[in-house]
């Protein structure tokens, strides 16, 4: 059996090429389940993965992809059976193994979970490895006591996927949005999704030279890392905490302990890749509970593979908005 996937190879001693090619099934990886993909999506990680010198792919050629949902084809593992329906992301899929930018995938079932009620593959890709983090940051900031009451919850990076997921579950689960952005055309499509306010990125994207500023933010949830993540913390309400889920901005934080011992402030780090079975059930099904599907419709953006490389140019350029579905059998 043959089938399409976009494979990424060595042309020269620092350059890389990725093209639509056809592939056998011999040529998929070990794994003892056998997935027929249906959907995709294109992430900062598999931006990387398609560039020279992203520092993610060690082997070529090399299929990325570090999502993917579709349809159980075959399994030796008794979890699943042909026919159902499951969710990849993580595990340094489309990293170390081959990934999601193919029509058949081979993986171990331990990786997999199952597409939860209500969600159908197209909709589990528009979510992707981004609302899964962003649920992750919003779980941890719960559980560290955040609650709608006690003002407005901060989302850096607000237009990004991480941030337009986080921005559409947060506000339909009662919470005040303040959306940060460096793109001024986003302001209407962040408050469709339910963003109180927008918050313009040059207002909090240098580092103050105040350890501590005005208390006003009762939560954030930040993509972006670097100068803008020390601004925040400095600006954390007392006991408050920031979940930290991205580096868009760098990896770098220039702050002080200042804010750690005068006003008990948290930083919590959020990993998405390597998170046990359990707690990723717990993330789909708050997901599918908490998420409102009108408003994921709004955010994404279909493509086929062959456009995926280019898109993978704009994502790490920071030109997407909302989340990009990629339909593998288009």
Same mark, same amino acid.
Request: aromatic content about 6%; hydrophobic content about 45%; proline content about 5%.
């Given at each position: 059996?043959?089938?399409?996937?976009?494979? &990424?190879?060595?042309?020269?001693?620092?350059?890389?090429?990725?093209? /639509?090619?056809?592939?056998?099934? @011999?040529?998929?990886?070990?794994?003892?389940?056998?997935?027929?993909?249906?959907?995709?999506?294109?992430?900062?990680?598999?931006?990387?993965?398609?560039?020279?010198?992203?520092?993610?792919? =060690?082997?070529?050629?090399?299929?990325? %992809?570090?999502?993917?949902?579709?349809?159980?084809?075959?399994?030796?593992?008794?979890?699943?059976?042909?026919?159902?329906?499951?969710?990849?992301?993580?595990?340094? /899929?489309?990293?170390?193994?081959?990934?999601?930018?193919?029509?058949?995938?081979?993986? @171990?079932?331990?990786?997999?979970?199952?597409?939860?009620?209500?969600?159908?593959? =197209?909709?589990?890709?528009?979510? %992707?490895?981004?609302?899964?983090?962003?649920?992750?940051?919003?779980?941890?900031?719960?559980?560290?006591?955040?609650?709608? @009451?006690?003002?407005? /919850?901060?989302?850096?990076?607000?237009?990004?996927? #991480? %941030?337009?997921?986080?921005?559409?579950?947060?506000?339909?689960?009662?919470?005040?949005?303040?959306?940060?952005?460096?793109?001024?055309? !986003?302001?209407?499509?962040?408050?469709?999704?339910?963003?109180?306010?927008?918050?313009?990125?040059?207002?909090?994207?240098?580092?103050?030279?105040?350890?501590?500023?005005?208390?006003?933010?009762?939560?954030?949830?930040?993509?972006?890392?670097?100068?803008?993540?020390?601004? #925040?913390?400095?600006?954390?309400?007392?006991?408050?905490? /920031?979940?930290?889920?991205?580096?868009?901005?760098? !990896?770098?934080?220039?702050?002080?302990?200042?804010?750690?011992?005068?006003?008990? &402030?948290?930083?919590? %780090?959020?990993?998405?890749?390597?998170?046990?079975?359990?707690?990723?059930?717990?993330?789909?099904?708050?997901?599918?509970? +908490?998420?409102?599907? +009108?408003?994921? @419709?709004?955010?994404?953006?279909?493509?086929?593979?062959?456009?995926?490389?280019?898109?993978?140019?704009?994502?790490?350029?920071?030109?997407?908005?909302?989340?990009?579905?990629?339909?593998?059998? !288009?």
């Amino acid at each position: 059996m043959t089938f399409r996937a976009l494979v &990424v190879d060595k042309t020269g001693e620092s350059e890389v090429s990725a093209a /639509v090619q056809t592939l056998t099934e @011999d040529q998929l990886p070990a794994g003892n389940v056998t997935v027929a993909v249906e959907y995709t999506t294109v992430n900062y990680k598999d931006g990387l993965c398609m560039r020279a010198g992203g520092g993610l792919v =060690r082997n070529y050629p090399h299929v990325p %992809g570090i999502d993917f949902a579709g349809t159980v084809e075959s399994s030796a593992d008794p979890r699943y059976q042909p026919g159902d329906k499951v969710v990849l992301t993580g595990w340094r /899929v489309g990293e170390t193994h081959w990934g999601g930018y193919s029509q058949k995938a081979r993986v @171990d079932a331990d990786w997999l979970v199952p597409l939860p009620d209500g969600l159908t593959t =197209r909709q589990a890709m528009a979510i %992707g490895t981004a609302g899964f983090a962003a649920i992750l940051a919003i779980v941890a900031l719960e559980d560290h006591g955040l609650k709608p @009451d006690q003002g407005e /919850v901060l989302v850096t990076g607000a237009a990004g996927g #991480v %941030g337009s997921i986080a921005t559409a579950i947060l506000a339909n689960t009662g919470y005040q949005v303040a959306a940060v952005t460096g793109r001024p055309q !986003a302001a209407e499509y962040l408050k469709s999704l339910g963003a109180s306010r927008i918050v313009a990125r040059e207002e909090i994207d240098t580092v103050s030279r105040k350890p501590l500023e005005s208390e006003t933010w009762a939560g954030c949830v930040d993509a972006v890392g670097g100068e803008m993540l020390a601004r #925040v913390i400095g600006q954390l309400k007392y006991g408050a905490s /920031v979940a930290a889920v991205g580096l868009a901005g760098g !990896a770098a934080l220039p702050t002080s302990v200042i804010p750690f011992l005068l006003r008990g &402030v948290n930083l919590l %780090g959020i990993d998405s890749v390597m998170q046990p079975y359990q707690q990723r059930v717990r993330a789909w099904q708050r997901i599918a509970s +908490d998420l409102p599907l +009108d408003k994921l @419709d709004a955010m994404i953006q279909q493509a086929n593979l062959a456009v995926v490389p280019s898109l993978g140019e704009q994502i790490l350029a920071g030109q997407v908005k909302g989340r990009i579905v990629v339909d593998v059998n !288009a």
